[in-house]
């Protein structure tokens, strides 16, 4: 970190955290380190912190961490007691910033840190969340690269707000959304749906994603696919639970049909037995539904602005 972040900041100055979720990052992170110092200059008004989370890493990284925390009071750093997932990791980071901003960048290069100083010139416009929009990706797999494409624009389709097209968790927070975000009490908290829903106004910088810069990819099949479970079960969609309501009706409404044509009366019985069926176990997804809505307790709405009368006692006159 350059020297001249430690001095005294001036009661105007922001502060923007930087967040990195590590998970056996041994291999890039003293790269990544010496690429965030130099992107990270101290601007006109805007100074950094830097919090590395260790995900519960079985190599050096904890050790690299700290070299990092000795030479830098910029820099800060948690351990979790073991791996917990890159989703908890990220809250766990956003939990521990102090800053007027937060960006979340992952720690293996694929998001550049040299646009973070446009991500802080766009917030200091005014957005509340800029995100960073992949528009190619070099070095993945063919096959994480027709999975990302399907899962966004699937989610989107579920969803019940809009989600951004091929955008990871690589964006700048305001002070505001970030408290928003770790006051929730998700348990299977999917930050960027969570992102999607708060519904603050967003931008996006567009950006080409570079392949790893060492090591291996830690989002292993496992955890893609427990991310996607946690991003379709939080997006407040009922269409998977209502599927049954829907083959149920059908099926009761076809046997009522064939019910009353003679050659198909035979088959109506069965037909209307799985309808019944069906049915019940779509009344079931709608419990279901609700209490999951109620276990994830959101508050019922998010508030953007709000216009107080400047003068105070004023009442409307009558
Ligand atoms: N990560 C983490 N915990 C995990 C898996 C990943 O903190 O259990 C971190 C990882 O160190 C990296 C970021 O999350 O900084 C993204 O992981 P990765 O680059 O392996 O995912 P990919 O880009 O291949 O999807
Ligand atoms: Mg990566």
Redesign the pocket.
Known sequence: MPASQTGTPSPTTRLISVV??????EAVLGRTHDRIARALRPAEGVRYEVIY?D?GSADATWNLIRTFTRESPMVRAVRFSR?F??QA?CLGGLKEARGDAVVLL???L?DPPEIIPEMVSRWRQGWRVVSARRTARHGETAF?NLSAFAFYRLLDRLSDHPVAFDTGDFRLLDREVVDLLTGLTDRELFLRGAVSWAGFPETAIEYQREP?AAGA???TLP?MLSLSRSAFLTSGSALPLRIPLCTGSVSLAGALVMALTRRGRPKALPLALFGAQSLAVGVVGEYLHAVLRQGQSRPAYVIRERIRSTIPGAVLAS
């Open positions: 990195l979720p590590c998970y056996n990052e989370v995900d791996n997932g890159h990791a992952d720690a293996d694929q994480k790893r990819s830690k989002y955890k």
